[in-house]
């Protein structure tokens, strides 16, 4: 009699390297994080909850966890409006156009973050391009503080994520079938109308996976947050370094690093639930 082999056993001997790296590179690092938060003294040698107790009482690490939250969402805002422009742009452009604008759209991703973001320091610095585009034009008398501000950071951090937006919202936008924009035309609707109603709800997986992106990109961005926002803004990756490169209080920032993980864990997984219901409603 023929025998069959299971196929889950060829599965599971495939899945053993990717398991080993998973455990030897996220895991074991996540519960050594874990077993140094879990200690009183930076000597490691008394067990406790102090660090974590520290965190939430002393007044000062929530607001910080608070305002890089709402970092992240101010950029995935700018980026979402400026990506889905850019999507539409191109989805509606040329072939020919379409060569150059991806070009143009996965560039970035081919070049150091550092790059970028010193570029947005000479582009927004006292002396730099849009200071003295504008001062040309007689705009303004003296140069703009645009530098170490929060909205030259959202900015900044909005162009450097913004191809992490762009490429969902272009595929999702290429799924839609371009007859429902007609048949909504012909029906009466305006466009406005028709892209509130139809391409808007039929685009909202690319949305919510273009916005997970974006903010997750854009709250760990520890480079451009210290280079545009320099030292008058302090974010959960900056006091993160603090406590642990400066202060070497190693437990503190291992507690710090767990709790601002699972604050994006919470956020991701409220974005995964709403990229569930849109596609739900995608396909009603």
Not at 172 to 199: C, H, M, Y
């Amino acid at each position: 009699m023929r025998t069959f082999t299971p196929v889950t056993v060829y599965g599971l001997r495939f899945t053993t390297p990717l398991a080993a790296f998973f455990v030897l590179f996220f895991l074991a690092p996540l519960l050594l994080l874990l077993f140094i938060s879990l200690h009183n003294d930076t000597a490691l040698t008394e067990f406790g909850f102090s660090q974590y107790t520290k965190f939430f009482t002393e007044g000062f690490a929530l607001p910080i966890l608070a305002d890089t939250l709402w970092l992240g969402v101010q950029v995935t805002l700018l980026s979402l409006v400026l990506g889905y422009a850019l999507a539409w742009a191109f989805v509606r452009s040329r072939p020919s156009v379409q060569t150059v604008l991806i070009m143009i759209i996965v560039m970035p991703l081919l070049t150091s973050v550092v790059v970028r973001t010193f570029a947005w320091i000479v582009i927004l610095g006292r002396q730099g391009i849009l200071n003295t585009v504008l001062m040309n034009w007689e705009w303004i008398e003296t140069p703009a503080r645009l530098l170490y501000t929060r909205s030259g950071l959202v900015v900044a951090l909005a162009n450097v994520q913004l191809p992490l937006m762009v490429l969902p919202l272009i595929t999702a936008l290429q799924r839609i079938e371009p007859n429902l924009e007609d048949a909504s035309s012909i029906l009466g609707a305006s466009a406005w109308r028709t892209f509130f109603k139809v391409t808007l709800p039929l685009t909202l997986p690319g949305v919510v996976a273009g916005c997970l992106l974006t903010f997750a990109a854009s709250i760990t961005a520890f480079i451009s947050q210290s280079l545009i926002g320099g030292g008058q803004m302090l974010f959960m990756p900056m006091y993160i370094y603090q406590q642990a490169s400066t202060l070497q209080n190693w437990p503190y920032a291992a507690a710090i690093s767990l709790v601002f993980l699972v604050a994006v864990m919470g956020c991701v997984s409220v974005f995964n639930i709403l990229g569930r219901l849109s596609k739900g409603y995608a396909t009603t």
